[in-house]
Structure formats: C-alpha cells, structure tokens
C-alpha cells in the first residue's frame, strides 16, 4: 500500500469510525395513495445516515469521481468534529453509471430503501431533473453540487453549484467587455445546453452580439472533426462551450489540430474545471477561458486548508475544483441546517435554512431560504500550461441568486 493509500485509509477509519457504507436498511414505507410517502429515517442511536449518488462510471465519471471524494473528506471532517447532532454519519454510497434513470432508481433505493437522512449528488441536468420528482414525491432533500441552467427551484432540492446569473450572465458581460460581438455556441445534446443556450441568446439579441452557429453533440461523443470545422469556418470572436464530461478531451484536441487558438478564437467553457482539464490534457486547451466561482488557486487561508487537507488524503497531486468544493460545501450547509433547525426532519431544516452561512473555500456562502440557492461570486479564469485556473476577472462580492432571471428585461418569457 502506498504511502499515500495507507496515510488516507487510516485518517477516514478514525473519521469515520462507525463505517462509511452500511448495508443494512431501514423499513420500506409504502403509500398507495400516491401521497409522500412517510420518512423513514431512523434517528434514535449514534449514528444517522446520508446518501451520495455520483457517477463512478460512465462519461459523467471524469467529473463526478471527484466531487464523491471531496463529500467523503467532508464527512470524515465533520465526525472527527463530532457529527451533527452528536450523531456520526455513516455514508451510503451509490453509482449514478451517468444515466438519468439510474439515477432516479438509486435515489428511490436510498431514501426509501435505505432510509437515509439527506442525500448528496448529481451532475448532468437530466440526472437532476430526473431525481426532483423522486425527492419531492418522498418529501427528501436533495443536495446538488453543480452549476446549471437555472429556470428552477424546488423545496426538496438545494443547489450549492451557481444558478445562471452567477455564472452564464457574468462570462457573457465578460466577453462583451473584451469586445465579442459574435459567438458560436457548442455544447452536449441533453438539457443544460440547450437552456443555456437559449438564455444565451437572450442575451445576445439584447446586447448586440450575433450568434454564428449552434451545434450540439451527444453526451460522449468523440468525433468533433465536422463540428469543428464549422466553429473554425463561422469565425465568430469567441466560443461558448457547454460540452459536458469526457466528450471535452475529442473537442479540445481537434480545435488543436485544426489551428484554432485562444488568442485567435477563445473558448469559454462552463463545464471545465481543474479536474476535467487534467483528462483533457493542459497542453490542449491552455490558455482557454473558463467561468465558475472557486479554483484551486485562491489565495485564502481557508482554501489553502481546504486543498492540504484534499492533497493529505488522496494524493499530492490530486487536483480541487468547483464542483467538488461546491459538493464539500453542501454537507457543511446541510450541517448548519440541521442544527439550526435542532431536527433531522426535512420541514424543520426548510424552515430554518434562510440566512444560514459557511466559510466555505470559495469565501462566505449563505442560503437563501425562498429558492434554496446560496450567495456566490463568480470568477473568470484562464487555464495555464500547468493544469491549474488563475483569476482573471471577479464579481468582487457574492451575487445573490436569481434562477428566474427575473432582474433582467430581456429574460421574460424563457421560464414559460
């Protein structure tokens, strides 16, 4: 066992002491009538337990691999704390295998199966879609780690990722502020891109920027020669990539092969973190724009813990990134909820999650208790040759969330 392996298998035993996987599972409660179904969570002994539901396999898995690592350091770190409640989490962990449906099917298992208390997950879009009917329906909570399209807030989910005017708005303010007045659109064939898009141009069609072309490609999808070739004939001023998992590392490498460059024709990507850059390979997409609100390169007392203390357990030269810094973020918001609330019941930590706060790696998050969102700040960045993301522009203050773009004119109409 390396040094590294046996270092981070000793550090979660004493974390987790109770044991991160349990399989046993509490009792099934059915309802005939359709109405949601009674919880199941058993909170009388030591311990009380918690679903995560990441991608271990599949296309999703480049990215999702890691966020299920930063959740298990979270969990580690707040029973070593002393658990919430005075209860140790124990963790029940299930594969998503990048299908929507898997994903729907897991979270069933784990709430009314295994009987767990919140559970933790997801990436894709359609993964969330296809989980929301399954926790409002068993009225569970859901939280989500990852930036999306917006256009949605449900009382059973909480969403530590950026909505749109935290991340989609500010790159398109900041391409406008570099001078694009044309864009070429790319992304993966399932909902997030498409939304996006349409919000994207939006906000072209009010802001005087022209869109060259619109191509979409199925989630790993590898040949990107002919989308490419369009990218590169259209010669818009920027590109706006919604490309989601593994199908980044195809695109990448044949805008290489194909001369395009960042100086040339940028790309801003919204799915490309410090993990996915290292699958794609610095050498093809350094120098290219990314938007999101943390990177392994802020300079924060609390951020430098926080990529020690994810370096100490899983390797030097593993990488930290926004989406698993948001999923981290998540188990420490779950957390303050519940002690807020004093109560695992879900009702209780709705009603007690407004205005709670984390000193998170990314600076201060607070929830806003109306939509479930929390306060970010959204950054530019700007990949370099060693894999990592610098800051290039920042918002300076968090923005509050507004999934329903209802703060901008020329958003009416696109959550009809």
């Not at 480049?62 to 690592?69: A, F, G, K, M």
């Not at 502020?177 to 349409?198: I, K, M, W």
């Not at 990539?241 to 001369?259: H, I, P, R």
């Not at 926080?306 to 990488?319: I, K």
Request: hydrophobic share 40%.
């Amino acid at each position: 066992m390396s040094t590294v392996r046996a270092r981070r298998t000793a550090l979660l035993a004493v974390a987790l002491s109770t044991g991160l996987f349990l399989a046993a599972c509490g009792a099934r409660v059915d309802d005939a009538s359709g109405a949601a179904a009674a919880s199941c969570v058993d909170t009388s002994g030591g311990e009380i337990k918690i679903g995560f539901l990441n991608s271990r396999s599949g296309t999703m898995a480049i990215s999702e691999n890691t966020v299920y690592d930063s959740l298990e350091m979270a969990a580690a770190q707040i029973n070593g704390a002393g658990g919430v409640l005075g209860k140790q989490l124990t963790i029940v962990a299930e594969d998503g295998a990048s299908e929507p449906t898997v994903f729907a099917e897991k979270a069933e298992k784990l709430i009314r199966g295994d009987c767990v208390a919140a559970v933790f997950g997801g990436w894709t879009s359609s993964s969330r879609k296809a989980m929301l009917p399954v926790f409002e329906g068993n009225d569970a909570l859901l939280f989500y780690p990852v930036q999306y399209e917006g256009l949605e807030s449900s009382p059973n989910i909480f969403y530590t990722g950026a909505t749109t005017n935290q991340q989609i708005v500010p790159a398109l303010d900041y391409l406008k502020e570099q001078g694009a007045t044309s864009l070429f659109l790319v992304g993966s064939d399932y909902v997030f891109p498409q939304t996006a898009n349409r919000i994207i141009k939006a906000y072209a069609a009010a802001n005087g920027m022209e869109i060259r072309g619109e191509e979409y490609a199925p989630l790993g999808y590898t040949d990107f020669s002919t989308i490419v070739a369009k990218v590169r004939d259209a010669g818009a001023d920027a590109v706006f990539n919604t490309l989601n998992g593994d199908s980044n590392v195809a695109f990448f490498k044949e805008y290489q092969s194909l001369g395009l460059t960042a100086e040339a024709m940028p790309v801003l990507s919204v799915s490309i973190a410090e993990e996915e850059v290292g699958g794609i390979g610095a050498s093809n997409i350094a120098g290219q724009l990314v938007a999101w609100n943390y990177y392994q390169t802020i300079d924060s007392p609390v951020n430098k813990q926080f990529v020690s203390d994810f370096q100490t357990l899983y390797g030097a030269d593993r990488v930290t990134s926004d989406p698993m810094e948001a999923a981290y973020t998540s188990l420490f918001l779950w957390k303050g909820m519940v002690e807020a609330a004093g109560s695992f019941d879900v009702a209780a930590i709705q009603a007690a999650a407004d205005g709670v706060s984390f000193d998170a790696p990314e600076g201060t998050v607070t929830v806003n208790g109306e939509n479930h969102h929390i306060a970010k700040t959204a950054l530019i960045g700007r990949i370099s040759p060693d894999g990592l993301i610098n800051t290039e522009w920042s918002s300076g203050a968090p923005i509050e969330p507004d999934p329903y773009l209802t703060s901008y004119p020329w958003a009416e109409g696109l959550a009809g």
